[in-house]
């Protein structure tokens, strides 16, 4: 019923920039928040940052001045972008969004397939 898709991961360079995208799709009534989390090998997933509706954003310490998450409201898209990317960056981001369902009006997280980054030095 409802489909989240993540884009533009792939392979960069240490010190470069990507920016992933994700579109949610289907019966939405409204949108809570909408981010990201990642999962490395071998490590727990972690939230990387989150945008929340009425322009609240959090992000991991160790994201913070670095990533930028971003919505394009009122749209179910969310973008992350990713700047001096740094090898403990890889992981397999995955975009999760908090909505409003119709016609049960009920709250659940959806989640995409994740997109992996590869940071190389």
């Known amino acids: 019923q409802v489909q989240v898709v993540e884009s533009g991961g792939g392979l960069v360079q240490v010190g470069g920039s990507r920016r992933l995208s994700c579109a949610a799709s289907?019966?939405?009534?409204?949108?809570?928040?909408m981010g990201w989390y990642r999962q490395a090998p071998g490590k727990e997933r972690e939230l990387v940052a989150v945008?929340?509706?009425?322009?609240?954003?959090n992000y991991a310490d160790s994201v913070k001045g670095r990533f930028t998450v971003s919505r394009d409201n009122p749209n179910p898209v969310v973008y992350l972008q990713m700047n001096s990317l740094k090898p403990e960056d890889t992981a397999v981001y995955y975009c999760?969004?908090?909505?409003?369902?119709?016609?049960?009006?009920?709250?659940?997280?959806?989640w995409g397939q994740g997109t992996q980054v590869t940071v190389s030095s």
């Open positions: 999760f969004a908090r909505l409003v369902i119709t016609p049960e009006m009920r709250v659940d997280d959806y």
């Open positions: 289907g019966s939405i009534f409204s949108i809570d928040a």
């Open positions: 945008a929340i509706s009425g322009g609240y954003t």
